[in-house]
């Protein structure tokens, strides 16, 4: 329980730190990181799959979790809190809510939450 409180307290700070710095980021060192984290999280991913011997269980789950996160609307489900939250806490087109939705994405269900179980 401690560890989910730890990770919902990370994404409300991620949300608030990018917030403040996307502002003063420019657009172009903004897509920099994004890009870095994507090819560090593919170079981590390679990395695994190759120290794997259940390929096929890999696939599975992710063809399962892909299914059951279709089928819940799960990133849907996130939008419209976000969206909730943006609207009753923030000014409008504040970015509020794309915000939270990219860290809960990240942290919460993206596959650098999913490495660090491992």
Known sequence: MTGTLINAATVVAGTAVGMA???R???RMSQAVLQGIGVFTVFIGFKMAAETRNVLVALFA???GT???TALDIEGWLERIAVGIER???K???GLAGGFLAASLLYCVGPMSIIGSI
């Open 92 to 94: 409008s087109g504040s």
């Open 21 to 23: 710095l996307k502002k």
């Open 67 to 69: 299914a059951i996160g």
């Open 25 to 27: 980021m420019p657009e």
């Open 88 to 90: 009753r806490f923030a």
């Open 62 to 64: 992710m063809v399962i």
